[in-house]
C-alpha cells in the first residue's frame, strides 16, 4: 500500500509523458502476472504428430531445429559470430530455440558491454523470444491451471514440442529478469524482475518433477529437454546457495532453497552431455569455479575440475575466444602468470569482431601485471579498458590513478596524465546498475576522496589494496618470490608513513599496511608475525576513522589462518564475530559471502571428519 501511494505521488509530480510512460509501465507489470498465472502439469505425452500454428504455418521439426541451432552454437564457439547470428536470425520468428538461441547471444553481448543500447536490444530480443516459445505452449485457463495444481493426477498431456515450449520460456523469464535489474533503477523494474524470476523458479520445479515422475515419457528429443532442466535447478541452487545466509533465509521465507552440492551435480550432468545446454552448463561450472568460488570464496577455486571441463572443448575450439580465456583464468589462478598473460593475449589475437572478449582479457592481464608490479604494462591495460569498456570507468580511472601513483621519479609517465587529476575525476563517473552503485565503484570513490582537497594526501599502496579486494594474494602467495616481492614494497611504504607527517588518515594507512604485510606473511608460512599483524588490527579498531572495512577483514584472514593451523573453534569464533559484530563497511557483501565460504567449509569439513583446511 505504501508503494502505490509514493507512485501516486510520483504521478502528481510528472508531466503528461512521464505519466503516459509509467502507465505503461502497470500495464506491461498486470501482463507479466497474469502471463504467468500457470504451471506446468506432470504428465507428457510425446506424439510427434504435426500440427498447425494459428497462423497457418506448419509447425517446424524440433529435431531440425535443434540440430541447426547446434551448428549455429558451433559457429559462434569458433568465433564466427557474425556468422551464427545470421544463420539465427532467419528462424526466429517460427522457431522457439533459434529465437532463444539468437537473444542468448545478444544477452551474453550486452552483459560484457553494461552499454545502455545493447541491453535494451537484447531484451526487446528476449521478449520476441518469449512470445515465440508461448505460441507453442499448451494453452489453459484459469480455471483449468487452479484444478490442475488440486488434482495434478488428472493433469493434461503435453507434446514434446509443448514441453520444449516450457524449459524454453522459463529460460527466456531468468534473462529477461537480468536484463530488467540491469536496464532500469526504479521500483516497477524491480517487481517485474522479481515476477520473472519466481515465475522461472518456480517453473522449472515443475519440470524437475515431471522428469522425475512415473509418467514422463522420454520424447526424441529429451536429452536437449532434460538439460535445460538441469541447467535451471543446477543455476538456481548454486547461485542462492552461495548467497549469505540472512539473504537467504528472507529467500527461503518466500519459496526459494539452494544447495550448492546438489546445483553443482546438475550443472556437471547437464555439461557431460550433448545436448544444446551443455555448453550453457559448462559455462556456468566454470565460471564458478574460477570466479565466484575465487572472488567470492576463500581464494581456492576447484581448478581440477575447471581443467577438466575445459579440455574437450579446447581440444575442439583451439582458438576459441570463450576457452582461450578461461584457460588464461585457470593458468592465472595456479600462479603461472607467464602462461596466463599468453593464454589471454592468444585469446585478444584469435578474433577481433567482438572487442568485449578482448576487455575481459585487458581486465585479467592488468591484474597479472599487478601481481608481478610492473606497473607500466598495468596502467597500459586500465588505460585501454577506460577508453573502451563502460561496464565501471570509476573503477578504470582508479586504478590508472593507483598504477601512476606507483611510478618511481625515473619512470617515464604518459605524457599529460596525474594521478592527482586523475583520482578527482573518479567520483564523477559513478554509475548505477540495477538501481544500485557498483560496491567496487563505491569503495574506489571513498578511497579517491582524498585527492578532493588543495593538499592531497596520497594513498599509499592504492593497487596492493585493490588487490586484495579481488582476492589478488590468494595468486602470489603460490610464488614465494611475487610474494617477497610484494612485502619488501609494502615494507617501503611503511618506512614512508613512518617518515611523514602525521595526519588524520596515518593510522588508517598503517593499520592497511600492516594488513596486507599480514598476508604476505601468511603466505610465506610465518604465521606467528601474521597474527600479529591480524591482532594489530584489532588492537587499532577504535582509531580507526575512515577504514573500517580492514578489522572485519583482518578478523576474517585470521580465522582463515586459525582453521588452517588446525584451530577450528578458534578460528570460528573469529569468523562469526567479524559476520555478527559489523556492518555499514565498505565492501560488506563481498566480506560476508567470504566468511559465508569459510564457515561452510568448516561445517563440511566436520561432517566429513576432515581437517579444515
Known sequence: ??????????????????????????????????????????????????????????????????????????????????????????????????????????????????????????????????????????????????????????????????IHAEVCYAECLLQRAALTFLQDENMISFIRGGIKVRSSYQTYKELHSIVQSAQYTRGVSHSHFEGGVKLGMGAFNLTLSLLPTRILRLLEFVGFSGNKEYGLQQLQEGASTQSFRAFLCTVLLLCYHTFMSFVLGTGEGDVGDAEALLQPYLKRYPKGAIFLFFAGRIEEIKGNLDAAIARFEECCEAQQHWKQFHHMCYWELMWCFTYKQQWKMAYFYADLLCKENSWSKATYAYMKAAYLSMFTEEDCRPFGEDEVEIFRQVPGMK???????????????????????????????????????WNGYAVIGKHRDLTEGMLDTLNQAQRTLEQAPVTEHTVDDQCLVSFLKGLCMKHLGCHEEAEQYFNLIQINETLIRYDHYLVPNALLEHGLLCME?????????????????????????????????????????????DSVP
Not at 505460441?135 to 488428472?154: E, L, P, V
Not at 559484530?581 to 563440511?604: G, P, V
Request: include cysteine; aromatic fraction near 8%.
Open 1 to 162: 500500500m505504501s508503494f502505490l501511494l509514493s507512485w501516486k505521488r510520483s504521478l502528481k509530480r510528472s508531466d503528461s509523458k512521464t505519466r503516459s510512460s509509467s502507465c505503461q509501465e502497470i500495464q506491461d507489470l498486470n501482463e507479466d502476472q497474469e502471463e504467468h498465472r500457470r504451471l506446468p502439469f506432470y504428465c507428457v505425452s510425446m506424439s510427434g504428430e504435426a500440427e498447425t500454428l494459428s497462423n497457418g504455418s506448419q509447425k517446424p521439426d524440433l529435431r531440425i531445429e535443434l540440430d541447426d541451432c547446434m551448428a549455429a552454437l558451433d559457429l559462434f564457439l569458433s568465433n564466427n559470430f557474425a556468422e551464427a547470428l545470421a544463420r539465427l536470425q532467419s528462424r526466429t520468428k517460427d522457431s522457439m530455440y533459434h529465437a532463444l538461441t539468437y537473444a542468448t547471444i545478444l544477452e551474453m553481448q550486452a552483459m560484457m558491454t553494461f552499454d545502455p543500447q545493447d541491453i535494451l536490444a537484447a531484451g526487446n530480443t528476449m521478449k520476441d523470444a518469449q512470445a515465440v516459445c508461448q505460441r507453442f505452449r499448451r494453452k489453459s485457463t484459469m480455471a483449468g491451471s487452479f484444478n490442475s495444481m488440486i488434482n495434478r493426477q488428472a493433469g493434461e498431456q503435453f507434446t514434446e514440442e509443448e
Open 431 to 469: 554509475q548505477k546498475i540495477a538501481g544500485k552503485s557498483l560496491p567496487t565503484e563505491k569503495f574506489a570513490i571513498r578511497k579517491a576522496r582524498r585527492y578532493l582537497s588543495p593538499n592531497p594526501l596520497p594513498l599509499p599502496v592504492a593497487p596492493l589494496e585493490m588487490m586484495y579486494i
Open 565 to 609: 593451523l588446525g584451530r577450528k573453534e578458534e578460528g570460528v569464533r573469529y569468523l562469526e564475530t567479524a559476520k555478527h559484530n559489523y556492518k555499514n563497511y565498505s565492501m560488506e557483501s563481498r566480506t560476508h559471502f567470504r566468511i559465508q565460504a569459510a564457515l561452510h567449509s568448516a561445517k563440511s569439513a566436520v561432517e566429513n571428519g
